[in-house]
């Protein structure tokens, strides 16, 4: 297929900035380049026909981080880098409430909580020690006192059966990350950003001081910088990123008449999650029991790990219930060697906002504005 002059000179015209990918990074990117520096022309590529990977395919968790999953990041990485992670988790969730309102996006502080289970082996003793030593860190960040409590009496009212402490954080809550999505690309087009999707890019040379872009759509685009926000899918474009894709699964039940809670939940370090919606259960994870298989970025489910989130469900959390699976589906991450993002300068026309390590929802706020600034100061 030609391409018209129109469109060579409009949707395909040279630009700025390309950004490769429209999920929540690259469109929050899109949103700071245009706040600070709005003369600058973008373009937002995406090989989707919407936002994939795991932007709108995660639990729509708006949360900084379970107890236990905190104070393993403080043993592997130390006090400081945790500290970081979760001022910018922090951070970010806030500005998303001061760009959006609540309601359109769903957001409802409901309350966050971990499932210190019978096979833990963990004493209240040695629990409420270990939550006064994070909050007391906690606080130099968040400036909150008492951030993570037990709430032991609240397990007999959820109903969740073998679970011996309940940790609350009433600071979390959720949100509905496909509305965010949806909001952030009118933002971002009313403010002129050109969005092209079902385009890949499957190459990119420097040719004097511009990228030249090559898609599966025989059409090459140019631009002066290349910012690239495919997370997980990182690799094709720079195979030298110290990343890798892995896979969240995910199920959703039918509606459970009498459900007995509502907010956002975490096990085993983070590694199981669940949530109401409505009436309904939202659960994922679970990954650590097939590391080495989740490590793909193939978006389709397993049986295995399927049958796993179902156990964990019939066990813990809706015991002697019966359900069925409405929906399953599964998102892309991107993780490393550790936690940190990477927000990085590859060359003076290449720049990468990656490996979120499944805090997008939280993180991409706050590092699109880092990388606005890194991109043009």
């Excluded at 030249?212 to 759509?217: D, G, S």
């Excluded at 631009?223 to 990343?243: H, I, M, R, W, Y």
Aim: proline share 3%.
């Amino acid at each position: 297929m030609q391409v018209s002059i129109w469109e060579k000179e409009s949707f395909y015209a040279p630009k700025d900035v390309v950004i490769a990918g429209s999920g929540l990074v690259g469109l929050w990117c899109a949103y700071y380049l245009k706040k600070h520096y709005p003369k600058v022309s973008i373009t937002i590529i995406d090989r989707g026909i919407i936002p994939t990977g795991a932007s709108t395919r995660n639990a729509g968790f708006a949360c900084f981080g379970s107890a236990t999953e905190l104070l393993e990041d403080t043993a592997s990485m130390g006090e400081e880098k945790m500290l970081e992670l979760v001022e910018m988790r922090w951070l970010g969730l806030e500005r998303i409430r001061k760009v959006f309102k609540d309601k359109p996006i769903d957001f409802e502080i409901a309350g966050g909580y971990e499932l210190i289970t019978e096979q833990d082996e963990i004493q209240k003793k040695e629990l409420n020690a270990r939550l006064n030593v994070l909050n007391s860190v906690l606080g130099k960040v968040i400036n909150k006192k008492n951030i993570f409590r037990l709430s032991d009496k609240k397990i007999k009212n959820f109903g969740f059966h073998q679970v011996t402490h309940l940790i609350e954080n009433k600071l979390e809550g959720f949100l509905h990350s496909g509305k965010l999505c949806q909001y952030l690309l009118q933002l971002v087009q009313a403010a002129g950003v050109t969005v092209l999707n079902s385009i890949e890019i499957t190459g990119h040379e420097q040719i004097g001081e511009h990228v030249v872009l090559y898609t599966n759509q025989q059409i090459h685009i140019t631009c002066s910088k290349l910012l690239v926000c495919t997370n997980g899918f990182a690799k094709q474009l720079l195979p030298e990123l110290d990343l890798v894709a892995a896979r969240g699964q995910i199920l959703v039940t039918s509606e459970i008449p009498n459900l007995k809670f509502t907010g956002t939940f975490h096990y085993d370090g983070g590694y199981y999650y669940f949530r109401n919606l409505g009436k309904r259960v939202l659960v994922g994870g679970a990954r650590n029991k097939a590391l080495e298989e989740e490590t793909s970025s193939e978006m389709i489910t397993t049986e295995k790990i399927q049958k796993e989130l179902e156990y964990f469900l019939s066990k813990y959390i809706l015991p002697g219930e019966e359900f069925l699976v409405t929906d399953r589906w599964s998102g892309i991450m991107g993780m490393g060697p550790e936690k940190m993002p990477i927000v990085q300068k590859i060359s003076d026309n290449i720049f990468c906002a990656v490996r979120l390590g499944g805090m997008g929802v939280a993180l991409s706020p706050v590092i699109a504005e880092k990388m606005a600034h890194m991109m043009f100061r």
